[in-house]
């Protein structure tokens, strides 16, 4: 594995860190989330994290925002790439494989997230139990924890804990200890092409043994739990599949409050990016999608609660066996 290459004058701070992923072409949605937690997250570095250095705006530099390069030439050429899903995907497993020494923990967000509460220190000062790996379930596991994923199956593994690869927490330390880089580059060599990407690769080398982090820090939207996330008060909300709040697709679907953040910021600093056109106009849903999305949560309350239920507190880490 490479060795981590800083933003010039740039240096670590604390021993842990928050490092949003991602490519050039996603740097400006990273960057919304990054100047988020650098406003609000003072106890820890903020880095953006990509597999080959970025030029850092100003509006990021001036935060204290750094960056962070890292890369694994033991895994690259085994990695399935495709045009929705860069190197930049794969930071997690780079990054933890090349900051061991130099961070005590790191979390690992992906571009497509916005910051709206919590204290990521404290959540990286939570006991992992041996793990190398804390996360949060897979949205199909939140009301049905037995369910056996599709890339087990495809696998001919029985069903078991399935992490969502979009906020990945890692202890560099114990990752390198536990033989995890070339545990994840065999398993990418025999069994990855055609299975999935980065969360299919971490899921299938863990196969389980990880630390379970409250869906607080992991919420993933879509438009079967939109309702539920006004209650629920997320720290971390992840725009999982296609409907972005950059997009104007987003529209009726993403609430007004989540698609603002995009709005003046692109437009001052990325101005080339997508941005959504009318971020400060309310937009209503289609009937029948508000409908669907209302009797889907009303059928998924009681799981949903058993779920949250679970966690004491959004800083108690869970054996998810």
Request: aromatic content about 10%; some cysteine; proline content about 9%.
């Amino acid at each position: 594995m490479s060795a981590p290459v800083f933003l010039p004058g740039w240096f670590p701070q604390h021993d842990c860190a928050v490092i949003v992923a991602c490519d050039a072409a996603y740097l400006p949605y990273a960057a919304v989330v990054a100047r988020q937690l650098a406003d609000g997250a003072p106890a820890c570095d903020v880095l953006i994290g990509s597999p080959d250095p970025l030029d850092l705006p100003h509006v990021l530099r001036g935060a204290g925002i750094g960056h962070v390069a890292a890369r694994m030439p033991l895994i690259e050429s085994v990695l399935p790439l495709d045009d929705r899903r860069s190197l930049a995907a794969y930071m997690g497993v780079f990054l933890a494989s090349a900051l061991g020494g130099i961070y005590r923990r790191i979390l690992v967000l992906d571009a497509d997230i916005l910051f709206e509460r919590g204290d990521p220190a404290r959540l990286m000062a939570a006991g992992m139990g041996g793990h190398a790996v804390a996360a949060v379930r897979d949205n199909r596991q939140w009301r049905s924890p037995a369910k056996r994923v599709p890339d087990f199956r495809r696998l001919g593994w029985a069903a078991a804990p399935y992490f969502n690869s979009g906020v990945v927490m890692y202890d560099p330390d114990s990752w390198v200890a536990q033989d995890l880089p070339a545990r994840c580059a065999a398993f990418a060599r025999r069994h990855l092409k055609g299975l999935g990407r980065d969360q299919a690769l971490l899921n299938g080398t863990l196969h389980g043994d990880w630390a379970e982090i409250s869906p607080l820090w992991n919420w993933q939207f879509t438009w079967a739990s939109s309702h539920l996330a006004a209650m629920a008060d997320p720290c971390l909300v992840h725009f999982i599949g296609p409907v972005k709040p950059w997009l104007d697709r987003s529209e009726g679907i993403v609430p007004m409050r989540w698609r603002m953040p995009y709005g003046a910021f692109l437009a001052d600093h990325f101005p080339a990016a997508a941005r959504p056109g009318r971020p400060g106009i309310r937009h209503w849903p289609g009937r029948r999608h508000l409908g669907r999305s209302l009797l889907r949560q009303w059928r998924a309350s009681a799981p949903m609660l058993d779920y949250l239920g679970r966690f004491a507190d959004e800083y108690t880490l869970l054996d998810p066996r």
